[in-house]
């Protein structure tokens, strides 16, 4: 794998992710940094994150209506998402029934070196409290 180069370009991203708490769109990272006055262009923060997440300095995942979300990465290896539907909370959790579903199914397909992502999407537990009390 080629190294990329760490342009101010990549730098700034990664500066307003690890900025950022929970996840963010492309988007909406790109209008942060331009509200801050950053002549950065969508294109050049969408390689940037997709280069972070590649490297495993971001976590990536899918929202319930398919959009791309970034956050800087707490955690290094493989690892799993709680994610509140309503506020954004995530937390990183252990799925070691996962892991072995997975190399079990892949195995049982002919499949080898088979990866996957779970992310499991919720509401938490303020959001279910503050939910039942609207009722």
Not at 68 to 80: D, I, K, P, Q, V
Not at 109 to 126: N, R
Request: hydrophobic fraction near 40%.
């Amino acid at each position: 794998m080629a190294v990329k180069r760490n342009t101010w370009q990549r730098e700034a991203v990664r500066e307003a992710l690890d900025d950022t708490d929970g996840f963010v769109s492309a988007q909406a990272l790109h209008s942060r940094l331009r509200d801050g006055g950053s002549p950065i262009g969508l294109a050049t923060v969408y390689r940037a994150l997709a280069d972070l997440a590649t490297t495993g300095d971001a976590d990536l995942l899918q929202s319930p209506d398919g959009e791309s979300l970034y956050r800087a990465c707490e955690s290094t290896g493989h690892h799993h998402h709680l994610i509140c539907r309503n506020c954004g909370l995530t937390v990183e959790i252990e799925a070691s029934e996962v892991e072995a579903w997975a190399r079990k199914t892949a195995a049982d397909h002919g499949f080898t070196q088979a990866q996957h992502v779970v992310d499991v999407f919720g509401l938490c537990a303020d959001c279910s409290a503050r939910a039942e009390t609207a009722l």
